[in-house]
Structures are given as structure tokens and as C-alpha cells.
């Protein structure tokens, strides 16, 4: 079964990279982009029997920092 | 009892041998250089020391891998005894992942390495790694980092004030820190995390000598202790 977890800065955590890309893209003539946070996309691919509190577990001990990261499970359909 | 220490190395880790110099030319004894694979420290530790680098090449986090390679965890259990254990750089890094200190190092909020002598202040002189130290005395010693960006709640920095655990703050802006917070220790006073290198600045040819007052400290608190 493949997983997708997405991991994100929480609200109110500068995000200096998020910032240069916010830049970047103006430096390029694209306007109207009013924020960019930048994250990170972890795929797994797991046996069908784990269960979401495996999955859980995984991102809190070690995919995400929960001290300024969130993060978000999807399970492919 | 002669002073007993151990210098982690990762993979990654590029500062393990300039720390265990430091060690060896300060506080004297035996310093033990131990892998990151190894589940048990060495028996008779005084002092544990968390090098600088790029431990695992800084893969998901800065530190993230190595906080839980098996070493670690003899280094937590150790820390709970009551060993002292300072984090340089990586190492501090390493310290916050792992849990024994709080708050998180994020990117500089500048974006690029910083990599330069920087002004500190003492702010508690009175922790066994920097008793040696005035309170308020302003000292040089060199970054080179590129996640050194302190970050946590208010609540976890209030506390970190209050409680005098705020070691070492910058004196210039450096990486954009919570309240300049350059160095922090934990609750028991046992465990030091901080960003700037003190193995880098103790004999004059390497620039200056205000490192080590700290590793001095170190020695002179395990052995009156």
C-alpha cells in the first residue's frame, strides 16, 4: 500500500526557504503570489495491514519534528 | 579519578577530532572516540561530547538521523544519570531531535551558511560548563552553520529565561534565533546544546582562546563535584 505524508511548517514558523522561493518567483514576473511555504512529500510504500496508529507513530518519532513540523497522512485509494 | 570523556563521530561528523583534541589539551585524561553504531558508551564517563558535521548528510533534518542511531540512546540514558553532555553545532542539533533539549534549529533566516567568528554574551555563569566565565562577559568564538535558527514557543523560551538555562546568546545578529539564543542547557543543568564552537578557539594560533574557559570549567565542576 503506498502512503503519502506530507509534512509542513506549522503556522507562524518563519519559513526563510519558503521566502527565497516567494522571491525567486517574483524575480521570474509571476505577481499576484501572496505567501509560499515550503514542505516536504515522503512516499512509503508499506504492508496493507499497518494501521493508522503505525502510521502515526512513524511521522511523530521521526518524519516530522512536532516542535515546528505538522504533518498529514494520505493512503493512496 | 582521571577525567574520563567520549567523542561521538557519526557519519557525517566533521568535527570529532578538533573536540577531542580540545578535550585531550584541556581537561586531560582519556578521551574515548566512540561510533554512532555502538549501542554502549564506554564505562566511566565524565563527560560525553556531540561533535559538529553533517551527521547522515543532514538527511530529512539537521540531526534527525542521528538522534536515533543506537549510540543515542546509551547517550540519553547517560544524560538521565547525570553525565555531562555538550552538543556543538550538529551536535546541539542532534541534543534537540533526541528530546534532552527543547526547541528546534531551523535554517538561518538569512538562508546562507554563516561562517565567521561571532561575539557571544555569558548569560548563566554559573552551569558546570561555564562556570569559568563572568556572567555577562562578552566572548569570540566561531560559527559555520546553516541551521542554527533557534526556535521554540514562548512558553518554552519564558521558561528557558527564567529558569537561567539560556547559556550563551549572540551579541550581533547571526541567524535570526529566538531572543539571540545562541546556547541553552537543560533543566538539570547537565546537558549544553549550542550552535557556536568553543573546540575552535583554545590556543592562540587558532585565533583566540575564549573556548576554553569552557572545557576548563567542565573539568575543574566533575572534579570538586
Given amino acids: 500500500m503506498k502512503v503519502r505524508v506530507l509534512v509542513t511548517l506549522k503556522n507562524g514558523v518563519l519559513d526563510p526557504q519558503g521566502r527565497a522561493i516567494h522571491h525567486a518567483l517574483e524575480g521570474l514576473g509571476f505577481s499576484g503570489v501572496n505567501d509560499v511555504r515550503a514542505g516536504r512529500v515522503i512516499e512509503l510504500d508499506v504492508a496493507d495491514s499497518t494501521t493508522d496508529e503505525a502510521l502515526d507513530e512513524m511521522c511523530r518519532k521521526l518524519l516530522a519534528n512536532m516542535v515546528i513540523e505538522n504533518y498529514r497522512i494520505e493512503r493512496a485509494a | ?225
Avoid at chain 2, 540512546?73 to 550538529?90: D, K, P, T, W, Y
Avoid at chain 2, 569570540?140 to 521558561?159: E, K, M, Q, S
Fill in chain 2, 1 to 225: 579519578m582521571a577525567f574520563t570523556s567520549a567523542v561521538i563521530t557519526f557519519p557525517g561528523s566533521n568535527c570529532d577530532r578538533d573536540m577531542a583534541v580540545a578535550i585531550e589539551q584541556v581537561c586531560g585524561g582519556t578521551v574515548h572516540r566512540v561510533w554512532h553504531g555502538d549501542a554502549d558508551l564506554p564505562d566511566g564517563l565524565d563527560f560525553i561530547a556531540l561533535p559538529g558535521g553533517f551527521s547522515y548528510g543532514d538527511y530529512l533534518r539537521s540531526g534527525a538521523m542521528a538522534a536515533r542511531s543506537p549510540v543515542m540512546q546509551a547517550v540519553v540514558r547517560a544524560a538521565e544519570r547525570g553525565v555531562a553532555v555538550l552538543g556543538v553545532c550538529n551536535g546541539f542539533q542532534v541534543l534537540t531531535e533526541a528530546g534532552l533539549l527543547p526547541g528546534a534549529l531551523m535554517r538561518n533566516a538569512g538562508i546562507r551558511f554563516v561562517c565567521r567568528d561571532v561575539a557571544l554574551t555569558v548569560e548563566n555563569s554559573q552551569s558546570l560548563f561555564t562556570a569559568g566565565y563572568e556572567a555577562g562577559q562578552r566572548i569570540v568564538i566561531p560559527v559555520a552553520h546553516h541551521d542554527g535558527n533557534y526556535f521554540a514557543d514562548d512558553a518554552t523560551l519564558d521558561r528557558l529565561e527564567a529558569e537561567g538555562r539560556v547559556a550563551f546568546r549572540y551579541a550581533e545578529q547571526v541567524n535570526g534565533s529566538a531572543r539571540d539564543i545562541a546556547g541553552i542547557l537543560n533543566e538539570r543543568g547537565n546537558v549544553l546544546g549550542m550552535m557556536p564552537h568553543p573546540e575552535r578557539m583554545i590556543e592562540p594560533a587558532q585565533g583566540g582562546t575564549d573556548g576554553r574557559a569552557l572545557f576548563e570549567s567542565v573539568v575543574r565542576s566533575l572534579v570538586s563535584a
